[in-house]
């Protein structure tokens, strides 16, 4: 049975990180991944992801972001390409919507850079944009983009750069701890290591059963939107128009600007419908489409044009939408990061160096108590903590 350190199951954006954060300790490091990299199946996808540090879920997300912005610029230059695009970013909304007070809030308590615009404003500064007059907008400028498969590849070099084990299309059948160890059972064999780390996106609930966490994958649809004429086209690339969240009749849409000739990325940042890797309806309906064209032609009109491309990916909440990171009751030789719920992709390194720190140290200095899972038991009890 061949032996190391520490495994990891599950090599998207939180297992890459992960991987590559514990073998820059000198651990040898086994990475489980049932896919290729890149693939579409789970959360690491899309092609591009917004990252702000103007949080609206909560201002402690701040200090976790400020160190995820260290380490993508570390990681960028590890793989001697910008990861990260600054564009700036506006958060939209009226005034007493949580994405707006939310934003204007974290800014505020972390002295964020940020601009507070009216409407008139925002169409004026970017006239693609076209928000209702009730509407305000928080203006980010260290906001931007990530590029998700690059970012993920990035990493898994990284990680094989100083020495990780990785390895694709080999699913995980079971896991156990054993003798003061933890067994790993995938199709080609056995593997045994001090610690696990789980971090499996939609397959976590699966493989974390034991915890009694309650995690609940959700169908998403992401659609590209072609421009509506060649000069609305201008005024949508990046440097005309950022990236936005929107908060439309209590619904959050965003919009992501063509940046690569696939269109305007626009989805809804919602809970769909519960599904499992398994069971999620790959196929997606065209009304589902037109719904998000109808948003997205409330805020960016010259966006909704003809749809050029559309896919799912998958969310996994937790009931009160924040991440959940820790340790089976159970399996001191196990951690985990799951729940992400649709916002965690921006958060990867430094959730990778987390779960580095508690794999190793049973500690970490980064502020984390929020994303426990005893709230969990504490919120519903008969939920393990």
Not at 197 to 213: E, I, K, N, Y
Not at 338 to 344: D, E, K, Y
Request: hydrophobic residues 40%; contains cysteine; glycine residues 10%.
């Amino acid at each position: 049975m061949a032996t190391y350190d520490s495994i990891v199951i599950g090599l998207g954006a939180m297992g890459s990180a992960a991987a590559w954060r514990l073998a820059r300790r000198s651990r040898r490091v086994l990475g489980l991944d049932a896919h290729h990299p890149g693939h579409a199946q789970g959360s690491s996808h899309g092609h591009t992801r917004i990252i702000r540090k103007v949080y609206f879920e909560d201002p402690a997300y701040v200090p976790l972001l400020e160190r995820a912005y260290e380490l993508w610029a570390e990681l960028s230059r590890l793989a001697g390409e910008p990861l990260l695009r600054q564009t700036g970013l506006l958060m939209l909304g009226p005034p007493d919507a949580p994405v707006t007070s939310g934003a204007l809030r974290s800014a505020r308590e972390h002295r964020l850079p940020h601009e507070v615009l009216a409407a008139h404003e925002v169409r004026r500064r970017w006239p693609a944009l076209a928000p209702g007059p009730d509407v305000v907008a928080v203006w980010e400028p260290q906001g931007g983009l990530l590029s998700p498969e690059r970012c993920v590849l990035a990493q898994l070099s990284a990680a094989a750069r100083a020495g990780a084990e990785l390895r694709h299309g080999e699913p995980v059948r079971s896991w156990r701890e054993e003798g003061g160890r933890v067994v790993v059972e995938t199709p080609r064999g056995s593997y045994e290591a001090g610690c696990l780390v789980v971090t499996a996106g939609p397959w976590a609930p699966a493989l974390l059963r034991d915890a009694g966490l309650p995690l609940t994958p959700t169908r998403q649809v992401v659609c590209w939107f072609a421009p509506v004429s060649g000069e609305h086209a201008a005024l949508l690339t990046p440097d005309r128009c950022p990236p936005w969240v929107c908060e439309l009749d209590g619904t959050n849409v965003y919009g992501v600007p063509d940046t690569d000739g696939r269109g305007v990325k626009a989805g809804v940042h919602e809970p769909g419908e519960a599904c499992t890797p398994e069971t999620v309806r790959r196929e997606i309906a065209p009304e589902e489409v037109e719904a998000i064209r109808r948003l997205l032609r409330r805020i960016l009109p010259g966006a909704a044009g003809a749809l050029r491309q559309a896919g799912t990916c998958l969310y996994t909440m937790t009931p009160d939408g924040h991440f959940v990171i820790g340790q089976p009751p159970c399996h001191p030789r196990v951690v985990y990061a799951a729940g992400l719920s649709g916002h965690g992709f921006k958060f990867a390194p430094v959730i990778g160096e987390i779960l580095a720190d508690l794999a190793v140290e049973r500690r970490t200095r980064h502020a984390i108590g929020f994303l426990a899972p005893e709230r969990f038991a504490r919120a519903h009890p008969g939920v393990q903590a």
